[in-house]
């Protein structure tokens, strides 16, 4: 009948009380939850102490959210530009000469070589560029990253493969991440999180910055440093580049690279002691150091180009040879683009460009406009309900009530254990719930008092009431769950935090408003042996 | 204490007979939604149509809405939409998406940061690029779609066929008259527009269920009874329990609406415009679509003796 044994009504409670305790964390700000766990006994299991906290949606705590996407052209031209400069070598190594050249082709690149026995000779060495992909021990088959073919007049195409591009884009976005985290840790920011995202792409977040200009200025430079030398009058292998701050005036540029940023082992934003200019202190490793040293004694007087992402920043004449491995870039910078320039030297070039596809920025004053509006919201729904649920249900409905509220920390408990995201949507969702979570309450209530019009005994009534309503209660939150769940797959940021404290909404609602509600009104009965209904 | 009764115990109200008005008027509102929707009336937001938007508030509490207009539209990024809202000089910009690919949508931003940044705070910046918006506009219909086919795959096992022809003709009417109120009231349809579509197929699915069960359950006690009154009797035993669930999700979602903040509200709006559909299509659509459809010739009714003795 209408009983609820000892070790269930433990074991309800116990799961509760638990459940409202791992909530209590997300209660406090960082200094406070700091003080709370310094505060407990050393003797107290780790594993016993609730340490864990909701985290705030960028939307809520303001910040930035840009998605960066490896652009593909770009690391193709990159990739056929090391495979030309990779054929030229072997065609040097093994003396065979390619009539017309080296061809850029789509993808590749192509070569002509009619004589059979200069082929055997080389299609051995290109063979070796091609790199096998997959994983051999994992038994997956994989092709090769370059498809080399030959027609019988001699011409040799090398291109780059459907496999080798895509191989190389998760390449590519692996080094962005590693080159990015480099970058934002630079800027002083705190706990950026930088994630892969789809096939291509890199999701950067950061808490609290109010102006990304900066931080997108520090992902849109690929940061690729090279030491040439300004070409003199008649020379034939050139660049035309464009001189930073001469109006798009190009000059040209020897292609041969003395150093490169690889080479530096640190890069410091300075002030010139003589100037007061703002520059850039860096320091070369021993290979850098070396070669930079020997070009600079052979090159007195001529003008050094330093090149970064294929524009020319600096040309400082060569007074005297610079052996010491160290040196200084400066030019008409402001201290915000020294400051910059020195990020992108240390932290290394990345694969390719990165393009921004989607920024959202919130600003830290909307982010508390929009948790005081949020928590307003929820206040004044949960009041709503209350005051409706006592006013229908009278003691019954305080019943409802406090199952509502046990229901809402339930959740908010769920979501510091998984350390969960509350966003805008998911307070939005929490204020849904309120209002969805007494459902339950209210079919189970009109159900008992159909059975006991119907002539039921108040005890069987009850009992009749929770097992015929308790199949649809499965049911409406089985079907809210569709939604829930589809959403939570589909949706990003913002959308997926409604789906997660929907999901979260659904399952506690089965502990609060039919457990622990049936565990509230048998023990009500028990101690009162109402006559009537009181509602 | 005396308490509230929303609605009266005992009722034997005739819900079928509202079918001659709620069967033409959810038809002429479908079509209308249709035929704006193909002359191309969603107001998509930057989610789906790419673009800038920004949040800015005037430092001074007064923003100047004639200058930033002025301003703004000398840029040369195209038609912008400059819009005051709240109480506190905020002012939203919509840029139109960018020719020229991803990287040229950052421009914008740029140059509205440089101009505006004096007088006035930056709330919040989103830019959305052509390829992301593209992806958006497919999530979002795969999931109204997905849903849509969850929902199939639901009633096929959860209820008898006539029941389920029902219900899911209840629940694409509860979607089609959502979009309705998108393209009617040229309310920003957005990524949040797909999670208040969802949570509404979820709710309408809710409704049907809840009278349905009922429904099932008086078919097999009462056996000959004719299928009008049958189902007026369903709505009338469930009757408090709807109108006592829609009141308390439209409280909540009242509460929303009224102090939600800005940000939130056109969510809250939809989903209480939904609530509202949803228990109308419960008792006015799908219930006595069930007359036309045939409720007899439903599995329940061929339960055996016994089993149908058991269920009472």
Redesign the interface.
């Known amino acids: 009948m209408l009983r609820f044994s000892r070790s269930k009504i433990i074991a309800t409670v116990a799961v509760i009380v638990i459940g409202l305790l791992l909530a209590v964390p997300s209660t406090m700000n960082r200094e406070q939850r700091q003080a709370f766990l310094n505060a407990i006994p050393g003797w107290v299991p780790s594993w016993l102490v609730p340490s864990r906290a909701i985290v705030l949606g960028l939307d809520l705590q303001g910040g930035s959210h840009v998605l960066l996407e490896v652009d593909a052209q770009d690391l193709m031209r990159v990739q056929v530009t090391t495979l030309r400069d990779d054929v030229r070598r072997i065609l040097r190594d093994t003396r065979v000469s390619s009539q017309n050249g080296i061809q850029t082709v789509q993808r590749g690149v192509q070569i002509r070589v009619p004589d059979a026995a200069d082929r055997d000779r080389l299609l051995p060495r290109l063979r070796e560029l091609a790199q096998p992909t997959g994983n051999a021990m994992l038994g997956q088959a994989g092709g090769n990253t370059i498809d080399i073919n030959t027609t019988p007049d001699g011409v040799i195409t090398l291109t780059y493969s459907e496999i080798g591009t895509n191989e190389r884009i998760r390449r590519a976005v692996d080094q962005s991440i590693e080159v990015i985290r480099r970058r934002v840790d630079a800027t002083g920011t705190t706990e950026p999180s930088i994630q892969r995202q789809g096939a291509d792409r890199v999701l950067v977040q950061v808490p609290g910055l109010q102006d990304p200009q900066q931080l997108k200025a520090l992902l849109g430079e690929t940061g690729n440093l090279e030491f040439r030398l300004l070409a003199q009058q008649g020379a034939t292998d050139v660049d035309m580049l464009p001189m930073q701050d001469a109006g798009g005036q190009r000059v040209p540029v020897e292609r041969r690279i003395i150093a490169e940023g690889g080479d530096l082992i640190d890069a410091q934003p300075a002030f010139d002691t003589q100037t007061n200019q703002p520059i850039v202190n860096f320091r070369f490793n021993i290979r850098g150091a070396q070669r930079f040293g020997q070009a600079t004694t052979e090159n007195l007087g001529r003008q050094l180009a330093i090149v970064l992402d294929n524009q020319v920043i600096s040309a400082p004449t060569i007074q005297s040879p610079i052996t010491g491995g160290s040196g200084q870039i400066s030019g008409s910078f402001t201290v915000e683009q020294v400051n910059n320039l020195a990020v992108l030297l240390r932290s290394g070039a990345l694969p390719a460009k990165l393009t921004i596809v989607e920024e959202r920025t919130v600003g830290p004053g909307l982010g508390r406009d929009s948790i005081e509006a949020g928590k307003m919201a929820t206040y004044v729904a949960a009041i709503f309900v209350i005051i409706f649920m006592f006013a229908t249900y009278g003691l019954f409905g305080l019943f409802a009530n406090i199952a509502l509220i046990v229901h809402v920390g339930l959740i908010f408990g769920l979501m510091s254990v998984l350390e969960a995201t509350l966003t805008l949507p998911g307070i939005a969702g929490i204020v849904l719930t309120i209002g969805t979570a007494v459902d339950s309450n209210v079919l189970i209530y009109e159900r008992i008092r159909e059975e006991v019009r119907a002539g039921r005994s108040i005890v069987s009534g009850i009992q009749a009431g929770f097992d015929r309503a308790f199949a649809t209660i499965v049911d409406s939150n089985s079907t809210m769950a569709i939604a829930a769940v589809i959403l939570f797959f589909l949706g990003s940021g913002p959308v997926r935090g409604f789906a997660v404290v929907f999901i979260l909404g659904i399952l506690t609602t089965v502990l609060t408003a039919v457990t622990l509600t049936r565990m509230m009104i048998a023990l009500w009965y028990h101690w009162m042996r109402p006559k009537v209904l009181p509602f | 204490?005396r308490?509230?009764?929303?609605w009266p115990?005992?009722s034997h109200f005739d819900f079928m007979r509202f079918r001659r008005f709620s069967f033409p008027l959810s038809a002429v509102i479908s079509i209308l939604t249709a035929v704006i929707l193909l002359s191309g009336g969603l107001n998509f937001g930057i989610d789906f149509r790419g673009g800038t938007l920004m949040?800015i508030?005037a430092k001074s509490g007064q923003a100047n809405v004639g200058q930033i207009r002025q301003t703004a539209e000398g840029f040369g990024f195209g038609d912008v939409e400059v819009q005051e809202f709240g109480t506190a000089g905020e002012v939203s910009l919509r840029f139109p998406i960018q020719e020229g690919?991803?990287?040229a949508?950052?421009a914008v931003?740029?140059k509205a940061?440089d101009t505006f940044n004096g007088d006035y705070?930056?709330?919040?910046?989103?830019?959305?690029?052509p390829?992301?918006s593209g992806e958006l506009v497919q999530?979002?219909t795969?999931?109204v779609v997905?849903?849509v086919i969850?929902?199939l795959f639901?009633l096929w096992f959860?209820f008898e066929r006539e029941l389920a022809i029902a219900s899911i003709i209840g629940t694409l009417h509860d979607i089609v008259l959502t979009i309705g109120f998108f393209v009617i009231t040229g309310h920003e349809f957005n990524?949040?527009s797909?999670?208040a579509i969802?949570?509404i197929?979820?709710?309408s699915?809710?409704e049907t269920?809840?009278v349905f069960?009922r429904t099932r359950e008086l078919m097999r006690r009462y056996k000959t009874m004719p299928a009008e009154e049958l189902l007026n009797l369903s709505i009338n035993?469930?009757m408090?329990?709807t109108v006592?669930?829609a009141?308390?999700?439209?409280?909540?979602?009242?509460?929303?609406v009224?102090?939600?903040?800005q940000?939130?509200q056109g969510?809250?709006q939809v989903?209480l415009y939904g609530v509202v559909i949803c228990t109308y299509s419960a008792i006015c659509i799908s219930s006595p679509m069930l007359i036309y459809i045939g409720l007899r010739g439903s599995e329940a009714v061929k339960v055996p003796e016994g089993r149908a003795a058991a269920a009472e």
Do not use: K
């Not at chain 2, 009141?247 to 929303?256: G, I």
């Not at chain 2, 009224?258 to 903040?261: D, E, H, I, N, Q």
């Open positions: 204490m308490l509230v009764r929303l115990e005992n949040e508030q690919g991803e990287a949508q950052a931003v740029q940061r705070e930056f709330r919040r910046v989103e830019t959305v690029g390829r992301v999530s979002g795969i999931g997905l849903s969850a929902v639901y959860r990524m949040t797909i999670a969802l949570t197929v979820g709710y699915l809710n269920v809840v069960d035993h469930t408090s329990r006592m669930t009141a308390t999700t439209a409280l909540s979602l009242l509460a929303l009224l102090f939600g903040g940000a939130i969510f809250a989903m």
